[in-house]
């Protein structure tokens, strides 16, 4: 009988079979000790030659790193440790020789890694890294519907921008000019929310940025969320609700992982617990208390962000920014209209920025006001005006970006680790 290595634990003292890669093996004369995975998980085969047939055992020789494989034999539960389990090994063929793998277990530099991104999406970490970030996607859909957000998919060519012009890919496009790969299906799930109220797009999004920082793609992942007649303080509620979900959903469902990580859960945990929030005004105040040289007005750093959340438990709002920093949909405060009712998440142990959010401009004549502003032209978000012209309603949203969450939960130092095939300014390969 095949079975997962995942179900090891209900087929103890069970002769089964598995099939995966043989990622080491081990020999000390005759008894060999073969490191297999399945994809579901990791486990150890022990080979004893004077119980095998002579064909069988000169196969185990054989095999090299990364062959693929089909094992079978007797499940045990490991002596010592808990939840550890092994096979008794019985019966081993190669599906395909693997000579002379690329990857040996020596160190790699991270280039020769990336430029092997194809068979090192294969290692324990990247293993888990993948699972870890399934289980965001599946977190955030879970909890998106229990507050009665469906799915509703945007474009990715688009005729016009939505966070600001200096990072869009230009893409020619037929006879009609030039479209633009998208940066936030925003502006589209804002049109579907007067179909179905409450909605989420995940996609790939695109930012011409030329920022190299641990914290950059120019591919990535983000879901948008609006709601109708939802405002700031109900959104700011739904993001908490998200973020606070997501943390949960992966203790319970990712400790496998985590370990493989070396992660410290218990600081995720912390992380479960009511958010602090700032003012835009605050945070300034803050930041330049603790030393940074930030001016009102500007924009925070990486090195900001990191510095005003050092000594938090829980991730950081700094809501209600200048408007002239910020993009162009976002609602004035009416208490004061040089500020924006809107929102960036900042996450715990130098995680960054995961959330940007706001409620949007509901008023025809102040959206148009800012699209002219922002030098856009109108004429290319008429569609988009039309919304507030034909039954415009006070609503709001985010949007959250997938490996700036996956980095965090991970603790990964790098954000081309937590998309199976990074796409950053100096990489297109593989
Ligand atoms: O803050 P941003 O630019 O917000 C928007 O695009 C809004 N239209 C979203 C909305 O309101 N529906 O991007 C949202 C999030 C950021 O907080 C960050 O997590 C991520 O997307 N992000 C990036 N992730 C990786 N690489 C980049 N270059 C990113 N730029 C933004
Ligand atoms: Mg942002």
């Known amino acids: 009988m095949r079975i997962l290595i995942k179900d090891f634990s209900s087929h103890i003292g069970q002769e089964i079979e598995v099939s995966g890669w043989l990622y080491n093996k081990r020999s000390s004369g005759p008894i060999a000790f073969l490191e297999l995975r399945d994809g579901s998980g990791w486990t150890q085969a022990v080979a004893i030659k004077n119980e095998l047939a002579s064909e069988i055992w000169n196969e185990i020789e054989r095999a090299t790193q990364e062959s693929s494989v089909i094992i079978a034999g007797a499940v045990s539960a490991h002596p010592k440790k808990p939840d550890v389990y092994e096979l008794h090994l019985k019966n081993f063929s190669i599906v395909n020789l693997s000579p002379d793998y690329p990857i040996a277990k020596k160190e790699h530099g991270p280039d020769f890694l990336m430029d092997n991104r194809h068979l090192w999406l294969r290692s324990k970490k990247q293993w888990a890294i993948l699972r870890l970030r399934d289980a965001v996607m599946t977190a955030i859909a879970e909890y998106l519907h229990q507050q009665n957000f469906i799915r509703v998919d945007s474009p990715i060519f688009t005729p016009n921008a939505c966070e600001g012009t200096t990072t869009l890919f230009p893409v020619p496009y037929f006879d009609l000019g030039t479209a633009y790969l998208s940066q936030s299906g925003q502006l589209y799930i804002e049109a579907a929310i007067a179909s179905v109220g409450r909605c989420y797009d995940f996609g790939p999004v695109f930012r011409a940025e030329k920022s190299k920082t641990k914290r950059h793609l120019t591919e990535f992942w983000m879901m948008d969320a609006e709601a109708a007649f939802v405002e700031h303080e109900e959104n700011l509620r739904i993001q908490e609700g998200l973020v606070r979900h997501i943390i949960r959903y992966c203790l319970e469902h990712c400790a496998e992982e985590f370990a493989a990580l070396e992660r410290n859960t218990e600081n995720l945990k912390k992380a479960d617990s009511d958010f602090t929030r700032y003012t835009y005004d605050q945070a300034i105040a803050k930041l330049r208390e603790l030393g940074s040289d930030i001016k009102y007005g500007e924009d925070l750093g990486n090195d900001d962000e990191v510095l005003l959340t050092k000594d938090s438990v829980v991730p950081v709002f700094i809501e209600k920014w200048p408007k002239n ?37 509901d008023d025809f004549d102040l959206l148009l006001e800012r699209i002219k502003k922002e030098g856009l032209n109108a004429d290319d978000y008429q569609w988009y005006l039309d919304l507030r012209r034909y039954g415009s309603v006070p609503h709001s949203g985010f949007g959250i970006g997938l490996e700036r969450t996956v980095r965090w939960l991970a603790g990964a130092e790098h954000i081309r680790e937590c998309i199976p095939f990074p796409r950053t300014i100096g990489r297109l390969k593989p």
Do not use: P
Request: hydrophobic fraction near 30%; charged fraction near 30%.
């Open 325 to 361: 920093i910020k993009s162009f949909y976002m609602k004035r405060d009416s208490a004061n209209t040089e500020l924006v009712l809107n929102d960036d998440l900042i996450a715990t142990e130098g995680g960054g920025e995961l959330i940007g959010g706001s409620q949007r401009e």
